[in-house]
C-alpha cells in the first residue's frame, strides 16, 4: 500500500497536470472531480471509477474539433 507521503504528493498533481495542459493547449480532466478513489488503497479507481471516467475521455473527445 501506499503511504502517507505517496498520498500528498497525489494530492499535488491535479493542480501540475492543469499548468502543463494550459501550457500545452491539451485537454485536462481532473478525476479528483470525476471518480473517487477506491478504500483498498486510497489512491487508484475501483470499477465504477474507470467507468466514470471513460465516459469523460469520451465526452471530452467527442466535444473536440479535430482536422
Known amino acids: 500500500l501506499f503511504d502517507?507521503?505517496?498520498i500528498e504528493?497525489?494530492?499535488?498533481l491535479p493542480d501540475?497536470?492543469?499548468k502543463l495542459s494550459e501550457?500545452?493547449?491539451?485537454?485536462n480532466i481532473d478525476l479528483n472531480k470525476i471518480a473517487e478513489t477506491s478504500e483498498t488503497d486510497v489512491l487508484h479507481y475501483d470499477e465504477e471509477?474507470?467507468?466514470k471516467i471513460a465516459?469523460?475521455?469520451l465526452n471530452a473527445l467527442i466535444s473536440q474539433k479535430f482536422d
Open 16 to 18: 501540475i497536470y492543469k
Open 4 to 6: 502517507e507521503v505517496s
Open 55 to 57: 465516459e469523460a475521455v
Open 49 to 51: 471509477g474507470h467507468k
Open 23 to 27: 501550457e500545452l493547449n491539451v485537454i
Open 9 to 12: 504528493k497525489s494530492k499535488k
